[in-house]
């Protein structure tokens, strides 16, 4: 069983903590349901937001959801590039899965799908 990293993003429209944690919690909720994830074959997940989202920290929203309790965690600001995207919250599963690379679905929602369309096809309709 390889690991593979497992990628997405999502906006939120306003530096909140119940749209912060809201947006996560969708945008993991995504994730597991596309590519049939259990926690325990999580290694750990990074979450980086952008540095004008200090209302919360997204791992909570992570640490919240059933079975994600002993998930290892680590949140960080996003490098702050001129011009990029604004009030995004990115995540990164490693994940132990039979899965090969070109079997992963990443999840790129709201206006996050602006950072990977080459990845759009693994969105949901």
Known sequence: MAVRGIRGAI???ANE???????????????????NIRPEDV??????????????FPA?????????EL?????????PVKGSLE???????????PLGQAEIRHLY???????RPDLAGSNPP
């Open 11 to 13: 906006t939120v429209d």
């Open 71 to 79: 998930v290892p965690l680590m949140c960080a600001q996003e490098v």
């Open 109 to 115: 929602l709201g206006e996050a799908r602006k950072l």
């Open 87 to 97: 009030r995004c919250i990115r995540l990164m599963l490693l994940v132990n899965t």
């Open 43 to 56: 290694a750990c997940a990074f979450l980086t937001v952008t540095r004008d989202l200090d209302a919360a």
């Open 17 to 35: 903590e119940d749209k912060i944690l809201d947006a996560t919690a969708e945008l993991l909720e995504g994730i597991v349901k596309l590519n």
């Open 60 to 68: 909570l929203a992570v640490r919240r959801m059933p079975g994600w």
